[in-house]
Every structure is written in C-alpha cells, then in structure tokens.
C-alpha cells in the first residue's frame, strides 16, 4: 500500500524499506520519524512512551494528525488480524502487482507467506509489466 | 489520558460508538453478552503472563498454562481471542478446528473473530490517541439470528466467504468494483460486515478512495497514511 501510494508527488516519494525497517528515518514521507515513532510505541512501547511519542506528533503534525494516525494504527490492528485469522492468501492481481516490493521488504520469510501460491514464468513477467504500469495507472486515476 | 478535542473528526468518533453498539447486540451465532465477553478477554490479554510466555516459545503449543481470563468464556473460546490479540501471524486452523468441540463451527469462529477484532481495533486507536479505557456497554438481550449466509466461495482461506454472485453482495460491497479477499474475509457471517466496512472506512480511509493516491478530508497525507500503516504490518509481521 505505501508503494501503491508513492506517486503522489516527488516529494514524497516514501521508501517502504526504510518504513519497515522501524526508526522512519530515511522513508522521505514528511515527520515519518514522529508518525513511525508514535506507532513503535503504541503497539510495543510502555505508557510514558507512548505519552512521549504522542506529544511529539501533535507537534508536528497536529491533534487532528494525530488522531488521524491512531486510527489508521486501530485499523490495520484490526486488519492484520482479520487477515491472519482467516488463512488468507493475497488475492491473485495483488500477489502479481506486489511481488516485486515483497521481495525488496523481506516480508515472504513470514510464516503466513506460504498460504499464497506464488505462480511461474508467466507470472513473473505479469509481476514486472504490472510493477511498472500500477504507479502510471494510479498516478492517472488520481488526477480525475 | 484524556477526553477527545475538537480535532477529532466526526466521523471517527461515530465508528466508534457504531462499533461498540454493534457488539453489545445478538449476532448470527453470539449473543451480545458473548461478544462483550470476547472484548473483555482482548483487554485481558494484553497483560496475560500465559501470552508473553507464547510468544517467547518456539511453538505457541509448547506453552499450556490457563490464561488470565476476564470472562466465562469456554478456555478454547478463550484461548484463540488471546492468541489473535498477542500471536497472530501464527494463527493456525488446526485452532479453528478446535473449536467445534465447544460448540463454535466456521461461521461461530467467524463470529469470534469480529468481536475480537472490532475490539481490539477500537481500543487500540483509543490507546494511541490518550482517550480514557471505554468501560464496556450494558449488552442487549436476545437469541443470535441463526441466519445462513447464503452462497459461498472458497478463496483459498480457511473459512469460507459470501459469493460475489449472493443476492447479499451487490448491497454489502456497493463501495467497490472487486472485493479483495480481506473486504470479503469476515463475510460467512455477513451481518457483520457493514461494521467491519464502517470502521474500516472511518479509522482509515472509505474503500472507494483506497484505489486513490490521496486522502481526502483527513489531516495527514496519503503517503503519511500508508506509512503508519506499513509500520503496524510490519510489527505485525502480517503478509497480506
């Protein structure tokens, strides 16, 4: 989803590695640090973290952000599970067009990875051509 | 902790007493009293010794010991709401399967986990945001509906989900050309899923501007959104 996002504009092309990797430092998403670090500390941080953490971010982004932020973290808390909880494999043109940035975030070495069926020749030249139209194919949809 | 501001959007606010309504009334299979039990074990097992223990171990199986409940639950009901809150990425089905000895079948799992989720959900965005721990409603009497589904998909996932062919499905997902799999997870109980797709919509974004680069009408960007969400998978460590 961040890659499916990041041609919004060029400057703020984010990595997804860099946002993977933990501090948000490095992603190029404006305050990713703070929103990164609010994140760190509401799922694995203690309270006077999180009390931190949180201050840091209405400084940056402001209360309405803030707010913004956690309930982005309640959704994808939901929606983890909902994936995780159900066995489910990525559906066949999402496991195609993210393939690509699977492999570059290290993310198939997780368990769940073996419920999705990943496909041969064929599909790994529809992976690339679909890695490179999907950002022209949003970047246009975007602009209606 | 705090009471929320006025910058709290209206409608973020609105999902969450939706959501909280919505568990404290009879489901398909639960009753409220059941749903509100399962989201007082969410909470319980946040702090349970028995879950830390887990998620140490090589093996979620190696680890017996009861866990800290907050409820009457079945400890098999039990069991899988704590192991979906502190241990989800190795959620497996052989633990569903298990269920259907105390009296939970697919569709009464399914169940299960969107009271767990919705929860948890809601009590973690309230966490994040220093709002105060919302003490649980008052549930609604009544016998759950019992009511079949209807036609139904096998995506590859241990449940089943609705047919995008049910009758059902043309109302429930009207936001979206295509139902990816996890808009269509949670459906073998399909009363369920205008809450799920309600909470979705208002702690992140509604499913008809997802396929969009931007965020209309929220404070942060999009590419600040997807972060904050990229971080929550990956220390999740959820694959979808």
Redesign the interface.
């Known amino acids: 989803m961040l890659g499916a996002s990041s041609p919004t504009s060029d400057s703020q092309t984010p990595d997804i590695a860099a946002a993977t990797r933990g501090t948000g430092e490095g992603t190029g998403v404006p305050h990713g640090d703070a929103l990164v670090r609010f994140v760190n500390a509401t799922l694995t941080g203690t309270d006077d973290d999180l009390t931190a953490a949180r201050a840091a971010l209405v400084d940056t982004v402001g209360e309405a952000g803030m707010h913004d932020a956690a309930g982005v973290i309640g959704n994808f808390t939901l929606m983890n599970r909902v994936a995780d909880g159900t066995g489910l494999p990525l559906d066949a043109p999402l496991e195609l067009a993210s393939r690509g940035l699977r492999d570059a975030i290290g993310v198939n070495a997780y368990s769940a990875a073996e419920r999705t069926r990943v496909g041969g020749f064929f599909s790994r030249i529809a992976a690339w051509v679909l890695a490179r139209l999907l950002p022209i194919v949003l970047r246009l949809r975007s602009r209606r | 902790m705090s009471t929320?501001?006025p910058?709290?959007?209206a409608d973020?606010l609105a999902a969450r007493g939706l959501g909280w309504d919505f568990l404290r009334r009879p489901g398909t299979w639960l009753t409220g009293a059941q749903k509100l039990a399962v989201a007082a074990e969410t909470r319980a097992a946040r702090t349970c010794a028995t879950c830390a223990a887990r998620k140490e171990a090589l093996s979620p199986t190696w680890v017996t010991d009861p866990h800290e409940r907050a409820s009457d639950l079945p400890e098999a009901w039990a069991d899988v709401v704590h192991r979906?809150?502190t241990d989800?990425?190795?959620?497996t089905?052989s633990a569903i399967d298990g269920l259907a000895d105390h009296g939970l079948d697919d569709a009464g799992y399914?169940e299960l986990?969107g009271a767990?989720?919705?929860a948890?959900?809601?009590?973690?965005?309230?966490?994040?945001?220093?709002l105060p721990v919302r003490p649980l409603p008052e549930a609604v009497a009544g016998d759950p509906s019992k009511a079949s589904p209807g036609q139904l998909d096998d995506?590859?996932?241990?449940?089943r989900v609705l047919s995008t062919k049910d009758s059902k499905a043309a109302t429930l997902w009207a936001e979206v050309l295509r139902p990816?799999?996890?808009v269509r997870?949670?459906s073998l109980v399909p009363a369920q899923v205008p809450t799920?797709l309600a909470?979705?919509g208002?702690?992140?974004l509604p499913l008809r501007d997802v396929?969009?680069?931007?965020a209309t009408g929220?404070?942060?960007?999009?590419?600040?959104?997807?972060?904050?969400?990229?971080?929550?998978?990956?220390?999740?460590?959820?694959?979808?």
């Open positions: 929320p501001g910058n709290i959007r973020l979906l809150v989800p990425s190795r959620m089905r399914v986990l767990t989720v919705f948890l959900g809601l009590d973690t965005a309230d966490r994040a945001a220093g995506v590859g996932a241990w449940v990816t799999n996890v997870a949670l799920h909470l979705v208002a702690l992140y396929p969009s680069t931007r929220r404070a942060l960007s999009r590419p600040q959104i997807e972060l904050v969400a990229s971080r929550v998978s990956a220390l999740n460590e959820c694959f979808y």
